[in-house]
Antibody, heavy 123, light 110 residues
Framework: EVQLLESGGGLVQPGGSLRLSCTAS????????MNWVRQAPGKGLEWVSV????????YYAGTVKGRFTISRDNSKNTLYLQMNSLRAEDTAVYYC????????????????WGQGTLVTVSS | QSALTQPRSVSGSPGQSVTISCTGT?????????VSWYQQHPGKAPKLIIY???KRPSGVPDRFSGSKSGNTASLTISGLQAEDEADYYC??????????FGGGSQLTVL
């Protein structure tokens, strides 16, 4: 059974940094691209970033490009999101999501989701 | 990238059918057959129910179906059940290795 468990959320001041983690189990992580998707309180879903199975390719939404960095350690079955220069509008529940397969056409079908971790950016 | 347009709310009675639309442009929904749909119950993570416009993951009832015409994708739920009451989101590949979601539709089963 695929399981994804996010951690690392919390309260951070504007301009601060935070690193999220997502530990995966139940599948061979290097065979699948992985994503971060966020949801602001009471709002809709927003795709944030994707990383290929090998970690060689990364892509970002315009709203976070240059501030967030996605990475992965397949030896630890763990996905990361380094978030810098955080803004109030980054406040959201952050979900990690497993892609359908490890090719661009499958990147953006999110087969499995974690339960999310809440990031609050406030002074 | 602007969010795809969905109706904010839809409703139907048990046993009826409802259709949720998802309108984009030729650079996202209209340009690729990579539209997916997600069901989200309150306080829960989203769940994939349709992918590649029309495909259903194993375990998803065949009451759920997807389609697309031009720049608009649609999710149809037939034989509505109480447990179908949830928020529904569409998502499309939007070019340049990015994706865009719809604003979400709240389904009420009357």
């Amino acid at each position: 059974e695929v399981q994804l468990l996010e951690s690392g959320g919390g309260l951070v001041q504007p301009g601060g940094s935070l690193r999220l983690s997502c530990t995966a189990s139940g599948f061979t992580s290097s065979n699948y691209a992985m994503n971060w998707v966020r949801q602001a309180p009471g709002k809709g879903l927003e795709w944030v970033s994707v990383i290929s199975g090998s970690g060689d390719s990364t892509y970002y939404a315009g709203t976070v490009k240059g501030r967030f960095t996605i990475s992965r350690d397949n030896s630890k079955n763990t996905l990361y999101l380094q978030m810098n220069s955080l803004r109030a509008e980054d406040t959201a529940v952050y979900y990690c999501a497993k892609s359908s397969y490890d090719f661009w056409s499958g990147y953006y079908t999110f087969n499995n989701w974690g339960q999310g971790t809440l990031v609050t950016v406030s002074s | 990238q602007s969010a795809l347009t969905q109706p904010r709310s839809v409703s139907g009675s048990p046993g009826q059918s409802v259709t949720i639309s998802c309108t984009g442009t030729s650079t996202d929904v209209g340009g690729y057959n990579y539209v997916s749909w997600y069901q989200q119950h309150p306080g829960k993570a989203p769940k994939l129910i349709i992918y590649d416009v029309i495909k259903r993951p194993s375990g998803v009832p065949d009451r759920f179906s997807g389609s697309k015409s031009g720049n608009t994708a649609s999710l149809t739920i037939s034989g509505l059940q109480a447990e179908d009451e949830a928020d529904y989101y569409c998502c499309s590949y939007a070019g340049n290795y990015t994706a865009v979601f719809g604003g979400g539709s709240q389904l009420t089963v009357l």
